[in-house]
């Protein structure tokens, strides 16, 4: 991330903005111009929109890469002028947000009490409830001091006014009285006392506790209770459980709970209505007569992932929504055939790999030809709100929302079922994309590609004359038939699995998060239990294949040899090049550049892998789900893609051991997730490889479903999700780099090269295209 500000004038300005958007970059603007720094909330707006006007106006910056600090300043000094610091960015992020679109807005959190440094109990409850309003008014995103912070909602009530007093500046003495209270406050452990209080309140509290806690310990005993006491089950479903779920709905969408203890929360309510099912008549079955409303959710053809999807469903089931999930791969026609058959108020459609936004496309307007009225939800990584106003709404006449993630997704769902808040919420929803796509055909105006001719002469230089070209050990393939995990479980990169529950922040110092520590805590400890039984047991099993083979490159490909003859051609791997324009001395960057090219005579190598961790994870989940429990069935799949992605990196390391550059390598554990070695393995489907059918010239070079059982897809994903595969690159230039748009003349070759027509490369590589092929 870059920075910079107004503060040495707008010539300086300028020039640093240029340079961040020929990187394609996103830039930080700290509140600072020519004067010094910017405190009160007119001069706040008044740099920002500066800053904003000449960016996006005389620069050509893209304002959705603008993110403003209008700087949070220190409260509570004893001087006056300093008591409304913390009312002026809130006011000032709540101006910037609705007067300079598409902008963002961060800022230091642990300025605003550095007053109280050394009293934590004081400054985690002054960031708490500083960033329940920021965010309010529109904060998108913080620096928060690892250990500072806590949940607004466990703030004692005493302290959380005398900290909004100060904060919100609400009288002169907020100051003195905070200040005496700090004094009076003796730091003390958060030591957990199980607490079983609550077991004396009524069944309602009891259920209603049980259900916001996530406890089953009691449930059956609970609801066979509530069963005695009221005249039918379903009053027990429609009255406390139902009253438990709307505080846990409450809580979430409020910020003060996280998604584990959503989905544990379900969990509870999941098995309290398995347990009312047979006391119930037949005619009283259906519960889903008093939800909310019915959503049906599936992944798109071609696309196995699913993780965010059913976290999505399960928030949605705690605020009282019927969700038909019909799971992955899931082709249009089905959907489409289920929601009629139904009846269902909206289709929810997720996907992982970028031939699935295709796919939704498609989806969308088949939608539109069969004369559907309902409204469509889209989700999953690699969508986006910019993906879905281009091309996915202008496909359907119904409204189509892009839902970032399952802490949204009850919002949405709710203003599009609200018939009287439904209107204003879907001309905002088609304000916003509009405005989108304004801004995306605007953006294509301003970006200015090279000639794949003029690209091709900008590719990097490398000496290959004076490098020492390693030679593997072997060719030909190596299989793990299956790898213990135990061999993988050191080298098990923990922070995705914890942004899978939407808890950010990285591993191990998440735990010391004050605002998501805790929860995070408790996460990791069932993780490590869940593990430990995985292990144990042989739930799942991983196996491998990886090879090496000569290789050498021809313009932008990759050939690859049968034997040290190089006689034979075996196969072509295939590269895109870069085409943006950079500054002069930046190279233009193609995989191939990194295999020695055959004009120079010279032998390179060139390996390739495939692994999975998700051979038994079917029957794994079946077996949670059958015991209503989503919280260890989403955790499985969680685990599986962490095993996964560590089998990789361990499968790298030995690659390079075998390769020769690695054999004296004394990398630890953390300085292997964060790759600091020598080589790169890219992957069909990334930046530097976006093309997927890539994938299928890996998988036949390794026999990958042969020996692995991994296979793909019509969209060339690979099943089991848990799965990685890719490309060794020794070389020690070699590198990351995403290619970025392409123009025609690149497609037409690379059509060309890989004897594929024109209409069927658009098709695959559609979000690199720099025109529309329409």
């Known amino acids: ?167 919100l500046n ?108 047979p006391f119930m008549d037949k005619e009283k079955q259906q519960t889903g007569s008093g939800s909310q409303g019915k959503v049906l959710m599936a992944t798109v053809k071609g696309d196995v992932h699913d993780i965010g999807k059913n976290i999505v469903g399960v928030v949605l089931s705690c605020n009282n929504y019927e969700v038909i999930d019909l799971g992955v791969m899931v082709p249009c026609d089905k959907i489409l055939q289920t929601a009629r058959e139904e009846k269902v108020d909206m289709i929810g459609l997720s996907g992982l790999i970028t031939p699935s936004l295709d796919e939704m496309v498609h989806n969308a307007k088949e939608m539109s030809r069969e004369e559907l009225t309902i409204p469509l939800l889209i989700g999953g990584a690699t969508t986006s709100k910019a993906h879905t106003a281009v091309k996915i709404a202008p496909g359907y006449q119904e409204p189509v929302v892009h839902v970032l993630d399952a802490s949204l997704a009850v919002n949405v769902v709710r203003q599009l079922l609200n018939p009287e808040g439904k209107p204003a919420f879907v001309e905002k929803v088609r304000q916003q994309q509009e405005k989108s796509r304004e801004a995306y055909e605007t953006k294509k105006t301003r970006q200015t590609l090279l000639s794949l001719e003029v690209a091709r002469t900008r590719r990097p230089s490398i000496d290959w004359q004076t490098l ?81 083979f000569p290789a050498n490159s021809v313009g932008d490909d990759i050939e690859i040899y049968d034997d040290e003859t190089r006689a034979k051609v075996l196969t072509t791997f295939h590269t895109l090049r870069q085409q943006m324009a950079k500054p002069k001395g930046d190279a233009n960057y193609a995989l191939a550049d990194f295999i020695a090219p055959k004009s120079a005579g010279l032998k390179d190598y060139i390996g390739g892998f495939a692994v999975t961790a998700g051979i038994g994870i079917e029957a794994l989940c079946e077996r949670f789900e059958r015991d209503h429990d989503d919280y260890h069935s989403i955790m499985a799949k969680a685990l599986a893609d962490r095993f996964a992605e560590a089998f990789a990196e361990w499968l790298h390391r030995e690659a390079r051991k075998e390769w020769g550059y690695g054999k004296n390598e ?79 003349d690149q497609v037409i070759d690379y059509g060309r090269r890989k004897s594929m027509d024109i209409a069927t490369v658009e098709r695959w590589l559609s979000p690199n295209l720099a025109y529309d092929p329409t």
């Open 1 to 167: 991330m870059n920075s910079i500000s107004l503060k040495e004038g707008e010539a300086k300005f300028k020039e640093q903005g240029r340079a961040v958007k020929r990187y394609g970059a996103a830039v930080v603007v700290m509140a600072f111009d020519e004067t010094g720094q910017a405190d009160t909330t007119e001069r706040k707006v008044e740099i920002c929109t500066r800053a904003y006007r000449i960016l996006t106006e005389e620069v050509g910056f893209p304002p959705e890469d603008i993110i403003f600090d209008p700087n949070i300043l220190t409260v509570a000094t004893g001087i006056e002028e300093h008591n409304a610091y913390a009312v002026n960015f809130i006011e000032a992020t709540r101006q910037i947000k609705s007067t300079l679109p598409y902008c963002k807005v961060s800022g230091g959190l642990s300025n605003i009490s550095f007053s109280f440094r050394g009293n934590n109990v004081v400054r985690e409850a002054m960031h708490s409830a500083f960033l329940y309003h920021a965010i309010k008014a529109g904060l998108d995103m913080a620096i928060v001091n690892a250990g500072q912070l806590d949940v607004y909602e466990e703030i004692p009530k005493d302290l959380l006014k005398l900290v909004e007093d100060v904060l």
């Open 170 to 277: 609400r009288r002169p003495d907020a100051t003195e009285r905070l200040v005496s209270f700090a004094e009076t406050v003796k730091q003390q452990g958060k030591a957990a006392v199980k607490d079983d209080v609550w077991r004396q309140g009524t069944v309602e509290e009891r259920l209603s506790h049980a259900l916001v806690k996530g406890v089953v310990d009691y449930i059956d005993d609970d609801v066979e209770e509530a069963r005695q006491k009221y005249d039918k089950p379903l009053h027990i479903i429609e009255g406390p459980l139902m009253d438990g779920m709307n505080i846990v709905g409450e809580l979430f969408g409020a910020g003060k709970m996280f998604l584990p203890q959503v989905v544990k929360s379900a969990r509870v309510m999941k098995k309290a209505v398995a347990y009312l099912l």
């Open 468 to 548: 020492d070209i390693p030679n593997p050990s072997f060719l030909g393939l190596r299989v793990f038939d299956p790898l213990a995990l135990d061999n993988l479980f050191p080298v098990i990169d923990w922070s995705p699995f914890f942004h899978t529950w939407e808890l950010r922040g990285r591993y191990p110092q998440i735990f010391d998060d004050p605002k998501v520590g805790k929860r995070a805590k408790e996460l990791f400890e069932d993780a490590q239990r869940l593990l430990k039984e995985i292990i144990d047991n042989n739930l799942l099993t991983a196996k491998g294949v990886y090879g090496f």
């Open 666 to 744: 004394q990398l630890s554990n953390e300085e292997l997730i964060r790759e600091r070695y020598r080589g790169i393995r890219p992957a069909p489907g990334y930046p530097a490889s976006p093309d997927h059918t890539e994938k299928q010239i890996l998988f036949d070079l390794l026999s990958v479903e042969k020996h692995t059982g991994i296979r793909l897809t019509e969209s060339f994903a690979m099943y089991p999700a848990a799965s990685v595969s890719g490309l060794y690159f020794s070389h020690p230039q070699a590198k990351y780099f995403g290619v970025g748009k392409i123009d025609r």
